[in-house]
C-alpha cells in the first residue's frame, strides 16, 4: 500500500507556470508507474503524464505538447510536474495515481489502485 499526497495547485494566469508535487510513502517498491490525471469540473478524469518506477520511460498525453515535463527528485518519494504555459484548458483538479499492475498502458485510470485527494488548478485567461 502506499500514500500520495497532491500539492502545488493554485489560481494562476494564462501563460503562467505552475510546479505541482506529489509525495509518495509506503512500499512503493513493486510499483509499475506513477502518473498524473486531471479531472475538469464535471468531466472524467483524463491522462497527463506517467514515469516508470524503475525504468527510464515516461510517456504524454499529447494536448502536453512539450508543455509539462514529469521528473522526480533523488530520494524518490517526490514526483513533480512542471506545467509552463498554462491556458484555461488546463483548468482541473490534478491527482498523481500509483499503478501497480504491469499490464496495459500507463495512460489507463482504470490500472491506477491508488490516488491522491487531488489539487485544484484553476487558469485564468
Known amino acids: 500500500q502506499v500514500q500520495l499526497v497532491e500539492s502545488g495547485g493554485g489560481l494562476v494566469q494564462a501563460g503562467d507556470s505552475l510546479t505541482l508535487s506529489c509525495r509518495i510513502s509506503?512500499?512503493?517498491?513493486?510499483?509499475?508507474?506513477l502518473g498524473w490525471f486531471r479531472q475538469p469540473t464535471g468531466k472524467e478524469r483524463e491522462f497527463v503524464a506517467a514515469?516508470?518506477?524503475?525504468?527510464?520511460?515516461?510517456s504524454y498525453a499529447s494536448f502536453v505538447k512539450g508543455r509539462f515535463t514529469i521528473s522526480r527528485d533523488s530520494s524518490q518519494t517526490t514526483v513533480f510536474l512542471k506545467m509552463n504555459d498554462l491556458n484555461a484548458e488546463d483548468t482541473a483538479t490534478y491527482y498523481c495515481?500509483?499503478?501497480?499492475?504491469?499490464?496495459?498502458?500507463?495512460?489507463?485510470?482504470?490500472?491506477?489502485?491508488?490516488w491522491g485527494q487531488g489539487t485544484q488548478v484553476t487558469v485564468s485567461s
Open positions: 495515481g500509483a499503478k501497480f499492475d504491469y499490464g496495459g498502458d500507463s495512460s489507463e485510470v482504470r490500472r491506477y489502485a491508488y
Open positions: 509506503g512500499r512503493t517498491f513493486s510499483m509499475h508507474a
Open positions: 514515469m516508470d518506477w524503475h525504468g527510464p520511460n515516461l
